[in-house]
């Protein structure tokens, strides 16, 4: 999907993201994970912010995304938490930071957005501190045969609808 109208789509849906925050499906997931994120944080593909209250005051996040919608949300999200937080308009796939620059880089539901994730994994692997965290929450095609097969079959409607196959099946490790 051009890169434009995969931002568009994600600017469209902010709001709808936002009134997820303390409803979202996969929220008992985000709070087992996230609360691990410690010291210097990174989100990536920050969204609304889905993970702001698993962060404990002592954070300092940077959060990016290539949505301006999102952030805008995101920001005014991050008002009601007591961690420090930053925010950048930028894409992981491009942006760079110096090796070994964060305690934790957290990625939730977005690795599908990546024209080249395994690029991305790589730099998380350089951007975070080697006694670092590295947090992943990512959606994937099930274990279930029949539940695979209707995603797959789903995907070109997903990726149409809200930009994202696989969009709403997770699948924990």
Known sequence: MNRQRLIHKFDKQAKKY????NNDFAYKYRKRIFQEAEGKVLEVAIGS????????RDVKLTGLDFSQEMLKVAQNAAKNFPFEATFM???????EFNANSFDTIVSSASLCAYQEPVNVLNNFQKWCKPEGKILL??????????????????????LKLVGCPEQTYFRTC
């Open 18 to 21: 936002d009134e997820r925050r």
């Open 49 to 56: 912010g889905l993970n702001f209250p698993f962060y404990s």
């Open 89 to 95: 308009k930028d894409d992981v796939e491009s942006i």
């Open 137 to 158: 929450l990512e959606h994937g095609i099930s274990t279930n045969k029949t539940v695979a097969w209707l995603q797959k079959f789903l995907d070109p409607l997903a």
